[in-house]
């Protein structure tokens, strides 16, 4: 029987865009719920993504025009799923968006930042700089409309309401809550990445010159903290040398016990920032194991070529103040037997994804595996796509979104596979 | 003999190294955590990365002759790190006792007591039945009677001393006091243990089991040194780094720099101490029994006296320390294994049934006080006949590592 009912995307980073497109494009009505006041998620974090490395915004920018101009997408941010039952073929969903402090009036125009004396730690650039309590959440968002942490104003504040002209901001706006019935549920809340202050015997979280490759990204990216300069926390100074420590927290039984699939990849990546931005630092990169995939062996190869970018198989024991500023790195050379004292100037510590589904935030029972990732449920009509599923990169999340959405616009149809 | 690049795997060695203990080893993937947080890995003498990978082929022979083995005290930093729960720090533990048994002079011994797990009654059951045939040669089991004496005792004594006075008790009883000992029959009753195995045989037998797990022990020793030497460079002489090692042992240098179990420092430190203050006033008792003829028992205030006191309270100190470790944090202290249980059970049977034989010779029947101090003899006999066989050979290998390493690195 077919289920006429729309279907639910949560989540709209790169995976639940592209499911709720596809499934949309195939003639389903999708609603598509976001948590943050923007879609994108991670990926719009990245400064390039491989392996083609083009900047994000240039594949997001594609899907929000075609989010924008399908009428079969309904998106809804700022928004979270409070409840969900099963309700005959399919489900029941309460739906709970964060009050519109700032609604559609908004002109971009900027007045109200200028004019807030409030700041809180960026959320898009990892809490690395500050940003006005009210605020566009970045330059890509989608919607294009300033969003506001209320927490942050202080009492009795109206700075950003006086300063806005077209009568956008409304401080006593309330949360709303609406219910709906869908037929089927894709679900793509995503990942986080494992948290630096896990990682203290490698200078997580202890030492402000070790980093992780999230951050990497952000200081990088025109629109980071730095303005896209390569610079240490500790003292802003530009690194002489810069050290890649791969597998931090990764295929470990102490930390995460899987590989993330994408922080090799990650780590050459950045390798070639370096040395486009800083042709004369030095940059290591100490690996248990290269893992470069089918295709994107070609990053491989194109590192090894570059010069002044070291590969040195052994995992990091130990990362510890050096004199002078610098870090100091134990770790054992396998290839040629010797113990080193590395010193260097900035570590990124290439940090795993941890899967979100954990977190207890959608009430949907998703299936895990033993790693936390999510399991296919065809007889719930609920299924999992992107890193929500299993780590992988953007490409092949983008391939995973669409065959879940598939699955579910059959699963809607009420056939069984 | 394995040439430099030759490599000999044995699934044999393997399979030794897994049912010891060692079958973690497989689930090393070689990522070297283990060997950058350890802090007494350096220099020429790295460890524990390359043994995982030697124990995964079953390279029995590299492993034999690798100084970075003895050189680990087993704080297990690279156990609690590794990222695969592989347990380099058990692993070099069983490797060791792979190792002394690789080393061993004459193998069979080695080979008995690597394998204490099977052959235990062997290895107890030999020198009762060899004491059985000497009292049995001697006097056809006389079990010796109770006899009356009163003996102004000052104290505790090894059941050596113990023997030494009784004679001299038993002496007195057939007419005459010696050593200013005073015998006053009537008040306590006590079985002479000499009159079940006089003394001469006690003296041979030790003295030629000492004999023999010295020349075992040097043999060995020659062995792994020539071994170790192999392929490898030393500069300076042998003395000029043993004098700083010596140093490095007597105050645990080395213990302190381990990370995750330094607790157990101070314990073994107890132990070393106590082990030789005890075999040092053994020696000042030899010198008092036949040298200075002090009158035994040896009053509590006699500096030897105070020496072996000492030395037993170390003993003591260390043993509960340990036990108290082994038992409230068992992920820092590594598996107990068969080698392991033997060597600790022949110690504590020594300690035990010396106490046993003291208190045995006042309360037991007299059949059962004499079971007990054959048992008690028979046990010193297995100690001492294993010792270079046993944990205790860490005492030579490991010191012979250390003067290694210094003379590749200085």
């Known amino acids: ?417 | 003999m394995a040439k430099p690049n030759e490599i000999i795997p044995s699934a044999s060695f393997r399979k030794k190294l897994a049912e010891r203990g060692g079958d973690t080893a497989t689930r090393c993937y070689q990522c070297a955590t283990c060997t950058a947080v350890c802090d007494l890995s350096k220099g020429d003498c790295l460890f524990p990365r390359r043994q995982m990978l030697a124990s995964q082929w079953g390279l029995a022979d590299r492993l034999a002759s690798d100084p970075g083995v003895w050189l680990c005290h087993q704080c297990n930093d690279c156990s609690e790190r590794c990222p695969r729960d592989a347990k380099p720090g058990d692993v070099l533990q069983t490797i060791r006792s792979l190792a002394i048994e690789e080393l061993a002079v004459p193998r069979f011994m080695g080979r008995l007591v690597g394998n204490a797990g099977k052959t235990w009654p062997l290895l107890i059951g030999l020198p009762i039945l060899l004491w059985i045939g000497i009292i049995f040669m001697d006097n056809g089991f006389a079990v010796p009677e109770r006899v009356d004496y009163q003996i102004q005792r000052a104290g505790l004594e090894i059941s050596l001393v113990d023997a030494a006075y009784a004679q001299d008790a038993h002496g007195e009883a057939a007419g005459g006091a010696h050593h200013g000992v005073e015998h006053v029959p009537g008040k306590e009753n006590r079985i002479i243990y000499e009159e079940l195995v006089p003394h001469k045989y006690i003296y041979v037998v030790y003295s030629t089991a000492f004999l023999l797990a010295m020349v075992a022990a040097l043999a060995g020793a020659a062995k792994f040194w020539k071994l170790m030497g192999q392929g490898t460079e030393r500069k300076g002489t042998f003395l000029g780094a043993f004098v700083p090692v010596l140093g490095e042992i007597a105050t645990h240098k080395r213990f302190g720099d381990c990370g995750a179990a330094k607790t157990r420092k101070w314990a073994h430190f107890c132990l070393l101490w106590g082990f030789f203050g005890a075999a040092f006033a053994s020696a000042l008792l030899i010198v008092a029994l036949y040298v200075t003829k002090d009158p035994l028992p040896l009053a509590q205030a006699h500096p030897y006296k105070i020496i072996g006191n000492i030395s037993l309270l170390l003993l003591v100190v260390g043993a509960v320390w340990l036990f108290i470790n082994r038992m409230t944090d068992a992920a820092n202290t590594g598996t107990s294994k068969a080698y392991d249980t033997f060597f600790l059970s022949v110690v504590m049977t020594v300690v035990f049934t010396g106490g046993l034989t003291e208190l045995a010779a006042f309360v037991f029947p007299p059949v059962l006080a004499s079971i007990v101090y054959v048992i008690h003899l028979s046990a010193i006999l297995t100690m001492f006949l294993t010792v270079p066989f046993s944990k205790f050979a860490h005492m030579v290998y490991r010191t012979l590592a250390m003067v290694h390493e210094r003379m590749v690195q200085a």
């Open chain 1, 1 to 417: 029987m077919n289920n006429s009912a729309p279907l639910m995307v949560v989540g709209a980073g790169i995976s639940g865009v592209t499911a709720a497109l596809e499934a949309a494009e195939a003639g389903r009505e999708v609603i598509l719920v976001e948590r943050d006041p923007s879609i994108g998620g991670r990926v719009l974090r990245s400064h390039n993504y491989f392996p083609k490395l083009c900047p994000p915004s240039c594949g997001m920018e594609l899907n929000t025009r075609r989010v924008e101009r399908n009428p079969r997408v309904r998106v809804l941010t700022g928004t979270t799923v409070a409840a969900a039952t099963r309700d005959g073929e399919g489900w029941n969903v309460t739906l709970k968006t964060a009050p519109a402090y700032v609604n559609d009036r908004c002109t971009v125009c900027n007045e109200c930042a200028k004019a807030c004396p409030a700041t809180v730690p960026d959320p898009f650039n990892l809490g690395l700089a500050e940003v006005p309590a009210i605020r566009l959440p970045h330059l890509d968002a989608w919607p294009q409309r300033y969003t506001l942490d209320r927490d942050a104003c202080g009492s009795g504040c109206t700075a950003c309401v006086d300063a806005c002209e077209f009568g956008a901001i409304d401080l006593d706006a309330k949360e709303t809550e609406e219910t709906v019935a869908v037929s089927a549920v894709v679900v793509a809340t995503g990942w986080r990445p494992y948290p630096l202050e896990k990682l203290d015997d490698l200078g997580g979280g202890v030492l402000p010159d070790v980093i992780s490759n999230v951050m990497m990204e952000r200081l990088v990216a025109p629109a980071g903290p730095t303005g896209g300069e390569i610079k240490r926390p500790s003292d802003g100074a530009v690194p002489k040398r810069v050290a890649f420590v791969q597998c931090a927290g990764s295929r470990d039984v102490n930390h995460l016990p899987y590989c993330s699939a994408i922080c090799c990849l990650a780590s050459m990546k950045q390798a070639m920032y370096v040395k486009e931005r800083l042709p004369e630092t030095a940059v290591t990169i100490y690996y248990i194991d290269r893992r470069t995939p089918g295709r994107n062996e070609e990053m491989l190869n194109r590192v090894d070529e570059l010069d002044g970018v070291e590969l040195v198989k052994g995992k990091v024991g130990k990362v510890e103040r050096g004199a002078g500023g610098a870090l100091k790195l134990r770790v054992e050379d396998v290839e040629s037997g010797r113990l080193l004292e590395a010193e260097t100037d900035l570590v990124v510590l290439a940090t795993g994804m941890v899967s979100n589904l954990d977190t207890g935030d959608t009430p949907f029972a998703v299936h895990t595996d033993d790693d936390g990732f999510g399991l296919d449920d065809n007889a719930a009509k609920l299924f999992v796509a992107g890193v929500a599923r299993r780590p992988e990169d953007v490409a092949a999340s983008v391939r995973d979104a669409t065959g879940a959405a598939a699955k579910a616009c059959v699963a809607a149809t009420g056939r069984t596979q």
